[in-house]
């Protein structure tokens, strides 16, 4: 079974500040994949970045960068100098690497993230 | 620009209506989803396809049916819908192989019961 935990359900940050989402993670599955997605307030769930649990260095891309702390089964999402585009919801998802895993991507509760001027 | 698109956007229907909503991918891809997402809740997997072979079904009731006609394309057929129904439903595709194998999404649909 997985679980994937986000306590964070809102977060305000001032615009061109660093923030970070929580991500916690549990599973029985030997290896794995984190992902994060963004959910601007139009609906579609834009994939940002994706951790593998084999992966010897944090994943970065652009702007995202994932501290990814595999003893505490941890993921958490670091959005640098943030934007006013960057408000959204942000949902914390993984998936077993296995074959019944496959397909099967588990979500988090999301948290919804505010960029203030 | 989404490779994923969705329609009808919105919908709007009576518990007795059958309706059905369309998802078309332009990414080549092998494998397609649905997901349901209500207020409230995390996006619940409802169908996965491969190769337009279903090969996961998460207990959905009978009144959601999807159909996956060829890897481009896939549906979901609703009838006799019950207010509780009432939420985004998303489509997502993936090329169905690799390790990563990320999930590229559509719009939505948001769909309400009256």
């Known amino acids: 079974a997985q679980k994937i935990t986000q306590t964070q359900p809102g977060m305000f940050v001032q615009e061109k500040e660093a923030v970070t989402l929580d991500c916690t993670y549990d599973?029985?599955?030997?290896?794995?994949?984190l992902f994060w997605y963004k959910q601007p307030s139009s609906g579609e769930m834009i994939f940002l970045i994706y951790?593998?649990?084999?992966?010897?260095q944090n994943a970065t891309e652009g702007r995202y960068s994932l501290n990814f702390q595999k003893a505490r089964k941890s993921a958490n999402l670091v959005i640098s100098a943030s934007q006013l585009g960057d408000s959204a919801m942000y949902f914390c998802?993984?998936?077993?690497?296995?074959?019944?895993?496959?397909?099967?991507?588990?979500f988090g509760a999301g948290t919804q993230v505010v960029v203030t001027p | 620009e989404t490779g994923v698109t969705q329609t009808p956007r919105h919908l709007v229907m009576g518990m007795t209506n059958k309706k059905s909503l369309k998802c078309e991918q332009h990414?080549?891809?092998?494998?397609m989803y649905w997901y349901k997402q209500s207020a409230k809740k995390p996006l619940e997997l409802m169908f996965v396809?491969?190769?337009?072979?279903?090969?996961e079904n998460n207990s959905v009731p009978s009144r959601f049916s999807p159909e996956c006609p060829n890897s481009s394309h896939l549906f979901l057929h609703l009838h006799t819908l019950q207010p509780e129904d009432s939420a985004l439903y998303l489509c997502?595709?993936?090329?169905?192989?690799?390790?990563?194998?990320?999930?590229?999404f559509g719009p939505g649909t948001r769909l309400t019961v009256t």
């Open positions: 997502a595709s993936s090329t169905g192989t690799g390790i990563r194998d990320e999930q590229y």
């Open positions: 599973t029985s599955d030997p290896s794995y994949g």
């Open positions: 951790q593998g649990s084999y992966d010897q």
């Open positions: 998802a993984m998936r077993g690497l296995t074959t019944d895993s496959w397909g099967k991507l588990q």
């Open positions: 990414l080549g891809h092998n494998a």
């Open positions: 396809y491969s190769l337009e072979e279903r090969v």
